[in-house]
């Protein structure tokens, strides 16, 4: 049995969608037992009319919600009664792992406080995956919890994301790109360049070169690494720009003719499976890696069938033990890079 | 009389597109003179047929051609006869603006080295301008020129992508965002936030905050200023993303049964002016700001309407003399911050 703390408060359609979600994971598969924090008379609420085993869904509650507009320190700190403080709490005592909807800064303090940094990771960081266009997905690393990088830390993130990759897109030597505004060796700001040399030169890493932001979705790369605000640049111009597209198809189509209507109305099909396609929400959460237990933030706005993807897949990351796989990858590097890993920290 | 000096041997499509391009610039304005620079028998070919204003275009020989493969610096210092270096030979002799498809770093290197930094600006910038979801446009500055910035390049990026925005949007007072992995006023890593301090307290600068990668198309800015390698990402991530749900439709429509083909089909105008209106390049090129003379580097892929688009945009450039206004606008800065313009330069 895998025990999957969720925080039951977090998130725009919180508790309802949450707790839904949560059951429905518990529903798919015989080895999930999810552990709902936060306002009990709420969630009794939700879970009231839906079939579950009840054996396999515990409730703690927890009287305050962190919302987005606060320092996520301070509120980590101070709120000891809020759900996402008591699922840290009941994840340090049993739990496999932790799932959250809530506000991202706080999730990534909360981990980084009660769950812990592995011993030798010098950053944590957050990598969610994106659909490529040849029907798979690829690993963006960091993507926001580290806005200020040194070579290191990029490495590092390759190592973790490398681990990562392996369970969740099941290759067995993920492809790694480097986010970078050229695909030349030469190319790049200074911390691109030194970062290039040192994933060169790594046994265990297979660098495959730079990766243009335009390739990021091509499906040459299985991860692609970046600093957090490089990262998180590519992850919302992407986001962006395809609801952009989606956004100008269906104005078009409002202002359209009768021809236009009829095709858009024959095309629906395509139209929402494409915009479903772009839509990396879709497909679980991202996953902070480097700390001492899973941890899935899953999107502010997800609905149900994102939290049960989030769910299985926090489940499938603790049953394969990535936490201790990324130490010992780390471990590795770092006994073989003494000089680098010691100059950078 | 405003004279454009073409690089006719830059580009894919060279020196055919580029010439019919050139000259259909001067077709459409009267007020247009063209010097086409570039190998001379197949400019003359590719002119023979064509009806035009004999005197407004002009033939300069020039027997090499400069490669995206080549060292830029390498190539401008050696290549004496390249049809790039002529170009500039042409525009400082009595050329009002330069156009050329060629390769990126060669075009910016030679206006650099050859047109020189316009006295007071730190760093040169290149901004091209993205369509926005309101039917408007925001220029992205810089995009790749400058991959290591100081807070000071991307104040004086702000400066001159308004004084640009000014002419070429329209607009009296261009609001100006921050490219940023968040909206709040402390995000971003230690270069933004030092960026955000000053943009805020600075005179003349129409500052309106962070702006998120997902919102840069928004409509909610006419200039958006970033470093050049964060500039790239959001750039070509945006244009990766909006050709993959392109291509994904185009792939669905393939894959489809008869209902989607026959949608598709009726849909068809419509999908084409959406694909038309996300691509940047159809808008002219990109404005190398910060040197002394006019320099538009358009899209390598560029066909004849582009360099028509961008020959234009040049001589409109050059007629309201932005080289000027920019120069100005920098002065004034620098003279009321002289420390900040000290320190960082």
């Known amino acids: 049995?895998?025990?999957?703390?969720?925080?039951?408060?977090?998130?725009?359609?919180?508790?309802?969608?949450?707790?839904?979600?949560?059951?429905?994971?518990?529903?798919?598969?015989?080895?999930?037992?999810?552990?709902?924090?936060?306002?009990?008379?709420?969630?009794?609420?939700?879970?009231?009319?839906?079939?579950?085993?009840?054996?396999?869904?515990?409730?703690?509650?927890?009287?305050?919600?962190?919302?987005?507009?606060?320092?996520?320190?301070?509120?980590?700190?101070?709120?000891?009664?809020?759900?996402?403080?008591?699922?840290?709490?009941?994840?340090?005592?049993?739990?496999?792992?932790?799932?959250?909807?809530?506000?991202?800064?706080?999730?990534?303090?909360?981990?980084?406080?009660?769950?812990?940094r592995i011993k030798g990771v010098s950053r944590p960081a957050l990598a969610p995956m994106l659909p490529t266009l040849t029907g798979g997905r690829v690993v963006l690393c960091d993507c926001g919890a580290n806005v200020d990088c040194k070579p290191l830390h990029l490495v590092h993130f390759a190592i973790m994301a490398s681990e990562y990759a392996k369970v969740m897109l099941g290759v067995e030597d993920p492809r790694v790109g480097l986010l970078n505004n050229g695909v030349e060796a030469h190319k790049g700001n200074e911390l691109v360049k030194e970062t290039y040399d040192i994933l060169k030169r790594t046994e265990g890493i297979n660098f495959v070169g730079n990766c243009e932001a335009r390739d990021l979705l091509s499906g040459d790369f299985d991860?692609?690494?970046?600093?957090?605000?490089?990262?998180?640049?590519?992850?919302?111009?992407?986001?962006?720009?395809?609801?952009?597209?989606?956004?100008?198809?269906?104005?078009?189509?409002?202002?359209?003719?009768?021809?236009?209507?009829?095709?858009?109305?024959?095309?629906k099909p395509l139209l929402k499976s494409v915009k479903k396609r772009m839509d990396y929400n879709a497909y679980g959460g991202a996953c902070f890696l480097g700390v001492n237990k899973v941890v899935v933030k899953s999107h502010g706005a997800s609905k149900r069938k994102s939290v049960t993807a989030s769910v299985l897949q926090a489940k499938e990351l603790a049953s394969r033990n990535i936490c201790e796989e990324i130490r010992i990858g780390i471990v590795a590097f770092n006994q073989n890079n003494a000089a680098t890993a010691q100059n950078e920290e």
């Open 1 to 116: 049995m895998v025990k999957i703390i969720v925080d039951a408060m977090g998130g725009d359609n919180a508790p309802e969608e949450i707790v839904i979600g949560a059951v429905q994971a518990v529903n798919a598969d015989n080895d999930v037992k999810v552990v709902l924090v936060g306002k009990k008379e709420e969630i009794e609420k939700s879970l009231s009319g839906i079939e579950y085993d009840a054996s396999r869904v515990e409730i703690v509650d927890a009287a305050q919600v962190i919302s987005n507009d606060e320092s996520p320190t301070m509120a980590i700190k101070t709120k000891k009664d809020s759900s996402l403080v008591k699922a840290f709490d009941s994840l340090n005592e049993d739990g496999a792992a932790l799932v959250s909807c809530g506000a991202t800064g706080a999730v990534l303090v909360g981990a980084f406080m009660k769950a812990g």
């Open 223 to 267: 991860v692609v690494v970046a600093d957090g605000f490089n990262g998180n640049i590519a992850l919302k111009s992407n986001e962006g720009a395809a609801e952009a597209v989606v956004k100008l198809i269906l104005e078009g189509v409002g202002e359209g003719g009768l021809r236009i209507k009829l095709g858009a109305a024959l095309m």
